[in-house]
């Protein structure tokens, strides 16, 4: 049973270029929320997918947009990259909006470098 | 903005003692949850505490909540070097559950 997959693993971009990253949920789960992780913080909450509409968004710009496919899988893209964009961006998919037990279960996150 | 902030920043230890680190938060919350990262990947889920729980424990993990104080303390009874790790706790608030907010985590080092 695969858990949640994360692609690409790391990338390098440049200012004011765009990125799209990708999320396959765990099995049996139809619920994504994206978190960006700067060094040394915690996740901070970006936004939440579920029935392929983004249900609930955290205090992130317009810049990051966000898609769900009927596989349930996930896609954040940011525009005009900054420099301050750099970190890992983490997804976690849950069975549910709420989730029966409320447990996130994370990726390993995609490194984005911002030069 | 980050609900929950945890202390100390950073703990560092010897192997075979107990970690205690804390989560302080600022609004009411369904539930408290702790996570641990490994240098920089994917978090891991230890365990939950609802807001109507006093303590939990999981294995060599014990939780407690008190909602008065807004707070919660996660033991790690005779820690491992495996046990080094950031721990973050994240809170569930209480009318959107949907949106999960962690705090800045605690850097606990285990020493062989």
């Known amino acids: 049973d695969a858990g949640v997959t994360q692609s690409p693993t790391h990338l390098i971009k440049t200012r004011g270029q765009q990125v799209t990253l990708r999320c396959s949920p765990k099995?049996?789960?139809?619920?994504v929320s994206w978190y960006q992780q700067a060094l040394g913080q915690g996740p901070q909450f970006i936004f939440q997918?579920?029935?392929?509409?983004?249900?609930q968004r955290g205090n992130f710009p317009d810049r990051f947009s966000g898609h769900q496919f009927p596989n349930y899988s996930s896609e954040l893209n940011v525009n005009a990259l900054l420099l301050g964009d750099s970190a890992l961006y983490l997804c976690a998919s849950s069975p549910g909006p709420s989730g029966v037990s409320g447990e996130l279960f994370f990726g390993e996150g995609s490194r984005l470098t911002v030069l | 903005s980050q609900q929950g902030e945890e202390d100390p920043q950073a703990l560092s230890i010897q192997e075979g003692e107990n970690a205690t680190m804390n989560c302080s938060y600022k609004t009411s919350i369904n539930n408290l949850q702790w996570y641990r990262q490994n240098s920089g990947r994917g978090l891991v889920h230890l365990i939950l505490?609802?807001?109507?729980?006093r303590e939990k424990h999981s294995g060599r993990l014990r939780v407690t909540l008190d909602t008065s104080k807004k707070s919660s303390s996660l033991l790690i009874t005779a820690s491992r070097a495996a046990d080094t790790a950031s721990y973050f706790c994240a809170t569930s608030l209480l009318y959107n559950n949907n949106d999960m907010r962690f705090g800045a985590g605690t850097r606990l080092t285990v020493k062989p």
């Open positions: 997918y579920y029935e392929e509409e983004e249900r």
């Open positions: 505490i609802r807001s109507n729980e």
């Open positions: 099995s049996g789960h139809d619920t």
